[in-house]
């Protein structure tokens, strides 16, 4: 294909308009010098403009890719010619319907759309393309010019979904109270690879996002439970246009379970209020008077019997010493089991005596709750017993805790390590032995264990929002204030980093004074909840107001000036470097030249900054005399603006030359042998006409 090279405007000579001069005859032919020629005779020879070819400049769909198969994709070819010839177009398609060939979709028309309606034999990726042609130069089946575009068709995603669920009543359908929650199902899908998700509370599940094919899915059915429907708890199916939905999991249960917890009664009356739950106690099941099954209980205090078949069982707890029963009162349990599981068979039990003591916030670190040292509420405290927790609470609003009810023996207290406090009193839990009477006093010495840090950086664009190449300002202040009081100030690294350590979990502000003549692109006071995590990235925008502008102008007569009728140029690059006031180097910023040859520079920090243009093949810069200018902006001044930082250029002078040859054969070539001809006046003429150099009247 031809490559059309483009020639800038503002290099082309303006055009002189004179009248057409008769060429020279050349030497070599006689002339009749007797016989005088009129004016009217003399015949004026036109200059021949050669005809440009046409240029494609864009192909582009009306839907934006990728689409799904079965669209209909309007492609419009924009093409120029400078000669207004009638323009002809001719489309093609590569893609996975042509078997990665080239195929032609039109022939040679005038309308410069084609419509392409899609099917599934175009799924994957596709490539348009439009040829252009102006019947003025390239052959018969040639054209002048191409362009090319990617589509992508993609197949849609669809959704399986249906409910697990116990249908008690058998109704075949999902009644309230029949969700089957937290079971397992699976799909298989066409390359046999298998994904498993779980019921949610309603007993519904889910798949999504699957492509078309051959799928099977399944319930995995827990012990004592039989799939009603489908028969062998899977179905297989095809998805083709559209989602799946009800695809439902019908189950019923064989075998029934009776479960509960024992509990640490705290209030001791006689219900569970979310207590703790209380590990290794026994649980016996009788029936017709025998044991016939123990169990003891797991750590959050729960029990079960499973795989029970209907009748009617007894359950009882093998008390221990230093307990009291309050649940049940007598004792003991009668279960009928029927047709479902029978839960929440509960048994509590407290002792009567007590652990207290505080958390608190050891300011001075000595371990030792001093006066002014407050309490920490919401802190953790767990009650251990033999190696296990049988207790937890958390620490009032003066930071105080106690757990009561408690038999005698040996107790560990402990509080729960937490991101953002460190104990540093005592080395560990408390070891506590109760033996008659309350144990008090058993305070823990905590301080801070977060951070919170962030930047404050130079927010070039003024966005708001820190870029890879905005850099950090150092020796900024940044205050920490809580309750609306600084607790703590420091200033920002050499990179523009900040941070506060050892804070408690708590509200924060962070204010970032701002100062004389810059410009805060963020909010000034940031507002941060430390609870357990280490808070960062709490950063602050600056910018300057301060500006660089001039002008790029052409220099006519190269004395350096802009004088009158010395036009702007437009769509020059201008580019600024430089370094802050604290002597970071700023990324390199460029702009274009307006329409009137007007630039300029805005939101610049206080520092030292150079601005030059980037030169053009063809021009030489006649101003400024050192090709660039420096300008200074110093900190803690008035913003000002730097005006006339003004740039000249002028037109470098440019050659034309060839040959002058004796064309034998006559065929508008020099072909091997021709020889050179001396002595002609060869014309240098604009492309209006006239003559500009070497004519002769």
Wanted: overall charge negative; aromatic content about 8%; proline content about 5%.
């Amino acid at each position: 294909m031809t490559e059309v090279v483009e020639i800038p405007e503002e290099t082309l000579v303006p055009p002189v308009t004179e009248n057409i001069t008769t060429p020279v005859a050349p030497q070599n032919i006689t002339e009749n010098l007797t016989e005088e020629v009129s004016e009217e005779e003399i015949e004026v020879v036109a200059p021949l403009v050669e005809n440009q070819t046409p240029v494609l400049n864009s192909l582009i769909p009306d839907l934006i890719s990728p689409q799904n198969p079965g669209v209909t994709v309007t492609w419009t070819a924009n093409a120029t010619d400078v000669d207004l010839d009638p323009l002809l177009f001719r489309f093609f398609l590569n893609g996975p319907a042509t078997n990665g060939a080239w195929e032609p979709k039109t022939e040679w028309i005038s309308d410069n759309t084609w419509a392409w309606t899609t099917s599934s034999v175009d799924l994957g990726e596709n490539q348009v393309k439009v040829q252009v042609r102006d019947e003025q130069h390239s052959g018969e089946d040639g054209f002048d010019g191409e362009y090319s575009s990617y589509f992508t068709l993609a197949e849609p995603k669809m959704n399986i979904s249906g409910l697990v669920y116990e249908d008690k009543n058998g109704n075949g359908q999902a009644d309230s109270g029949e969700a089957l929650s937290g079971w397992t199902v699976q799909i298989t899908k066409p390359d046999q690879s298998q994904v498993s998700v779980l019921t949610r509370e309603d007993g519904s599940y889910s798949f999504q996002d699957l492509d078309a094919g051959s799928y099977t899915v399944a319930e995995i059915l827990p012990a004592g439970w039989e799939a009603v429907t489908p028969e062998g708890g899977s179905h297989s199916l095809t998805l083709q246009n559209s989602d799946i939905r009800g695809l439902d999991f019908i189950n019923k249960l064989v075998r029934y379970s009776i479960s509960g917890r024992k509990y640490n009664d705290l209030n001791g009356n006689g219900a569970f209020d979310g207590e703790p739950g209380m590990e290794g106690w026994t649980i016996q099941l009788s029936q017709d008077g025998s044991v016939i099954s123990t169990t003891t209980t797991e750590k959050d205090g729960s029990y079960r019997f499973a795989e029970l078949s209907p009748g009617s069982y007894t359950v009882s707890e093998v008390e221990q010493t230093g307990w009291t029963r309050t649940a049940p009162s007598e004792g003991s349990y009668t279960v009928e089991l029927k047709n479902g599981d029978v839960k929440d068979r509960d048994f509590g039990n407290h002792g009567s005596f007590a652990i207290s003591g505080t958390s608190f916030l050891d300011s001075n670190g000595n371990g030792v709750r001093d006066e002014g040292e407050s309490g920490q509420a919401g802190v953790a405290i767990q009650l251990s017993r033999d190696g296990s927790v049988i207790n937890a609470t958390t620490t009032q609003e003066d930071g105080s805790y106690s757990f009561r009810n408690l038999a005698p023996g040996t107790y560990s207290i402990s509080q729960v390590a937490a991101e953002g406090i460190t104990q540093i009193a005592p080395e560990g839990p408390w070891t506590v032995d109760i033996e008659n009477a309350d144990i008090t006093g058993k305070d823990f010495a905590n301080r801070g264990g977060l951070s919170i840090s962030g930047q404050k950086y130079y927010d070039i664009n003024g966005n708001g929002l820190q870029e890879e190449d905005e850099p950090g300002i150092p020796g900024g202040a940044v205050s920490l204030v809580l309750d609306g009081k600084v607790v703590a100030n420091t200033t920002t690294d050499e990179n523009g980093f900040y941070s506060f350590e050892n804070v408690l979990p708590g509200t924060y502000s962070i204010n970032d004074p701002v100062p004389a003549g810059l410009v805060i692109t963020t909010s000034s006071t940031v507002t941060v909840t430390v609870k357990t995590v280490v808070v960062t990235n709490v950063n602050f925008g600056i910018r300057g107001s301060n500006s660089i502008s001039g002008l790029k102008y052409e220099d006519l007569n190269s004395d350096g000036i802009r004088n009158s009728g010395e036009k702007g140029l437009a769509g020059w690059e201008m580019v600024l470097t430089g370094n802050t006031w604290y002597g970071k180097p700023l990324p390199t910023l460029t702009t274009t030249t307006d329409n009137n040859g007007n630039y300029k520079f805005e939101r610049l920090l206080p520092g030292s900054y150079k601005v030059s243009e980037t030169s053009r093949t063809g021009w030489t810069q006649t101003a400024p005399a050192g090709g660039s200018y420096s300008v200074v902006f110093d900190l803690g001044v008035p913003p000002r603006e730097a005006k006339n930082n003004d740039f000249g250029n002028r037109l470098a002078a440019q050659s034309i030359s060839g040959v002058k040859y004796n064309d034998i054969n006559g065929n508008g070539a020099r072909d091997p042998g021709e020889p050179g001809m001396a002595g002609w006046n060869i014309n240098l003429e604009p492309a209006a006409g006239g003559c500009d150099q070497g004519c002769h009247h």
